[in-house]
Structures are given as C-alpha cells and as structure tokens.
C-alpha cells in the first residue's frame, strides 16, 4: 500500500493533470503487465467501466482455493455420495488442469482442443494417451463439443474439478474389488459437479474463505489507484457479480478499505452495485432488480427509476440496466474473466466492450519470455523441415523421371550414364531423409522441453501443437482487450486508444 500523504495528493490532482502526466510516461511497460489487443477500444469513447468480482478484481490464491474446493468436494462424495474414505488420501496434482480443458465424461478421458475443436493432447485420467489412439478416438467422428457428453473447464473456479476428476479415474481404475459398486465415468464427474456446487452453495468453502481472507484473496496494491484513475477521468464505475451480498461485501472490503484516504469504503469507487446478477442470464433474461439493505436484506419497496449511488442492487438484467443506468451499449466496457458468462454472453447480447482477465498470462509470458532461445530454434527447425521437406519432394521427382528414361530403353542417355545419375540421386534422398529425421528429432524434444515449462502435461494455454488453443481462440473472439490484472490499467491513459494489430490472411504476411 502507498503511504498515505502520496495517496491523498495524487487524488487531489485534476484529471487532466493526471491524463497529461500519464500521456508523458514512456512506454515501458512490462510484458506480463501489458494490455494486448484484439479489437481497437478507445477508452476515451468509454463512460462506464464495469468489473466482476472473483477473478478478476479479487485474485485468489489458485493452489490454496484449489485445495480447499478439493477437500470439501472429497467430504461430500465420501459422506453423500457414499465414495471410499480412502479418496481423501489420494494425491491430487494442482497442475493436473489448466483452463480451457475439455471432460469426455463417457469415457474418463481429458483434452486440450485446439481452435477446430480437435483434442491434441489427451490423458485417460492422469495418464497420457498416444497421439494415434487419440485420432483413433477423436478425429474419426464429427465431434459437436457443446453436446452433453463434454463438460468445459472455462474457468478458474472449475480446475479443481478436472484434477479431482484425473485423480478417482485412476483410482477406480487400480481398483479390482466390487465393493462398494465403482461409478461409471460419467456418474464420476456428475457426483464430483454436484458436490462441488453443493460445497459453493452450503457456506463450506465461502466460510472458510471469509475466515482468513488474507490466506486466501491477494489485495493488490495498485487496485485502488487504477480504479480511481478511470473515476478521475469522469468515468462511471459499477461492480456487477455473481456473488451474493454477504460474500461480496466483506471481500470487497478486504480489497479496497482504507487503501486510499478520498475513499473509506469500497462501496465510494462504484457508482452502481449489483450482486446476484446471475450471469450469464442477466445478459439474456429478464429479471427484476431488488434493492438490498446494508444486511443484504430485500426492501420491499420496488426497484425502479435511476440507479442511486450508494444502494445496493441484486439480480436484474441488460435491459433494464442500460436504461436505469442511462447507459450508451458500446459506451461500457466491461471487465471479467469468465469466457462464457462475463464475455460470450456480454457480447453477443450487448453492445458492451470486453476486457477480460487472464491471470495466467503473468506466468505465460514469464515463460516464454525465459524459453525465447528454444522458441527462437523451434521456428528455425519449422523453417528447416520445409525446406528439407521441399529438397526431399524434388530430388523424388528426379529419381522418377530417371526411372522412366531407364524405361524408354532406345531414346536419351545411355545406361551408364543414367546408372551414375540414379547413384547421385539415392545418395541426396538418404542424405534429406537422415537430416529429417534427425531434424523432427531435434524439434519433438525442444518442443517437449518448451511445453514442460508451461505445464508438465498440458502445455501453454494459448496453443495445441501448431494452433492457437480453443481457449486462445475464443479470448480472441469473445474479448475486445486482455490482460494478466485489473491493476494493469494504471499504466495506460484513461483516454488511451488501444489498437488491434492488422489483420493478416496467410498470403499476406510477409
Ligand atoms: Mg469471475
């Protein structure tokens, strides 16, 4: 946190001395703390900027969420469920999921699609599955991801899910013994969803959060100063998350109390609050607003007219919203980390811009960032492979047609000659077909050593092999902007026009 003397003057600075002095910073943001771009966004056109709450203004400290949401699901498969005791021993590896995972719940399977939709990696539980048998699996049938047979891991709360998943697959597949009765796969994942959301729903994983919301919740201390750097600039904030007022309040209050002295309440950087807003229905559905006391009680008074600082909203929906709000669609940006629920949805049904939090980024970029050596070579023996691949094809074509000469016996050269010619030739092919070899070689175990880094066994989250993940595809068609943290904003002008790179078809990179 910032000493408060600095804090109260940076808040008694004008907005335009604040906007002319952050258009004077050079441009020397960090990597990982970068807004990168898909869509152009003119944050000067922006006159409200929303934010959802978990992940993306509240940071949770992956591995120890993680294990809690493992240990209350474990208590509810073995006491409702009536799953073995002995599950709650087992080890369960946090990096057994990343986000953007897909569950064959049918059949105990896990995989990475890439844009298409095709599974490059794949692990039966924990166990990799060899890239044959997966096209053996896969690639044979005409695969729709959205049928019920697949579950997607979207977001950061549902990783602990896949690992649990992982993990009793292979328990249950070590397992020989009957007794009790094992459960099929997809009954497996069904009882692990179902507990989970039971966990979420019964207080057992909120109330140990809200007990040590340290341990739990990262404060950042550049949050108060970002969103008060958008406010000074004339923009309207509002908070729209899913959570329920009794949760949202004390971490929100976690987060911003007190952090600077022109705001001693969180509730004093947002304009409009609402909590239960069931996304991604409220992008879809209608449902009425209720207004809230400070207890989180309903009123009962109806919640109609303008919204009014300083109330608390619950539920709702866009329409409603944009008018009470007084909103202009493509004048609200709206920052979450939910692929579906905060960006898909707000996109298709609304005018609202996207910035989506991507927390992962920070150690994607750290890590290619420390790989670029290897990343580097990988493109040379890319480039490498072509060109051997081009020789190999060519001196091919040159032993056929010295083939079909021999045969037309009485025309061109004698057999001598073509003898020596065919000799030449053979020794370039198996010359190109022991560097290819050697070279997919070279290749298969940079690219091995590269994925580790990223993670031991599903890779970067942006990229399946050679494709942009499914995953990096649909941040880059569901988000405008993205970024590792809300924080990152502070770098960049509140009027900052953020430009997308051009648009390239193949044929026109150069
Ligand atoms: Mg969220």
Not at 39 to 46: F, G, T
Not at 60 to 83: F, H, M, P, W
Not at 110 to 133: L, M, Q
């Amino acid at each position: 946190m910032k000493p408060m003397s600095t804090v109260g003057a940076a808040v008694d600075r004008t907005p335009e001395a604040e906007i002319i002095e952050s258009a004077a910073r050079p441009l020397d943001i960090p990597r990982k703390n970068r807004v990168y771009v898909n869509r152009n966004l003119r944050l000067d056109k922006i006159e409200m900027v929303g934010f959802d709450m978990d992940y993306t203004l509240a940071i949770y400290d992956q591995a120890r969420i993680e294990q809690l949401s493992i240990q209350a699901t474990l208590d509810k498969l073995c006491v409702n469920k009536g799953y073995p005791d002995e599950i709650r021993r087992l080890t369960y590896d946090p990096a057994l999921a990343i986000r953007g995972l897909v569950v064959d719940r049918p059949n105990g399977n896990i995989f990475k699609p890439d844009r298409y939709g095709f599974p490059g990696r794949a692990r039966h539980g924990s166990a990799a599955i060899e890239r044959d048998r997966v096209a053996e699996l896969y690639q044979r049938e005409r695969m729709s991801l959205s049928s019920p047979r697949y579950a997607w891991i979207d977001s950061l709360f549902a990783l602990p899910e896949a690992v649990l998943y992982a993990c009793l697959v292979d328990y249950f597949d070590r397992r020989s013994d009957t007794h009790p009765p094992r459960p099929d796969y997809a009954a497996m994942w069904d009882h692990i969803r179902e507990c989970i959301d039971l966990a979420h729903r019964d207080g057992s994983i909120k109330e140990t959060v809200q007990g040590r919301l340290s341990d739990f919740i990262e404060t950042d201390p550049h949050l108060a100063e970002t969103l008060h750097k958008l406010r000074s600039s004339g923009k309207r904030l509002f908070l729209l998350t899913n959570s329920a007022w009794d949760y949202t309040d004390p971490v929100m209050s976690h987060l911003l109390d007190g952090q600077l002295g022109a705001y001693p309440s969180w509730r004093n950087y947002f304009d409009i609050i609402v909590v239960a807003a069931c996304k991604p229905e409220f992008f879809t559905e209608e449902r009425p607003f209720v207004e809230l006391d400070g207890e989180g009680l309903p009123l009962v008074r109806t919640s109609t007219g303008p919204f009014v600082r300083g109330r608390i909203y619950s539920g709702g929906n866009l329409k409603q919203f944009e008018a009470r709000a007084r909103a202009s669609g493509d004048g609200v940006l709206f920052v979450g980390d939910h692929i579906y629920g905060d960006m898909l949805r707000s996109r298709k049904s609304s005018s609202w811009r996207t910035a989506m939090i991507v927390q992962e980024l920070e150690h994607e970029i750290t890590t290619t960032d420390r790989l670029r050596p290897g990343l580097v070579a990988l493109d040379q023996l890319d480039n490498r492979l072509n060109q051997l691949d081009a020789e190999l094809n060519e001196r091919q074509s040159a032993m056929r047609t010295l083939q079909r000469l021999e045969a037309e016996e009485d025309e061109g050269p004698s057999g001598l000659e073509l003898h020596a010619a065919q000799r030449a030739v053979k020794t370039d092919i198996d010359r190109l077909r022991v560097d290819l070899k050697r070279t997919h070689a070279e290749h298969r175990a940079i690219e091995k050593e590269t994925d580790l880094a990223f993670n031991p066994h599903w890779g970067p989250i942006f990229r399946e092999g050679y494709e942009i993940s499914k995953f990096g595809e649909q941040v880059e068609a569901y988000a405008c902007v993205y970024t590792s943290r809300v924080s990152n904003l502070r770098f960049y002008s509140p009027m900052q026009y953020f430009r997308g790179p051009r648009d390239r078809m193949p044929h026109e990179r150069i």
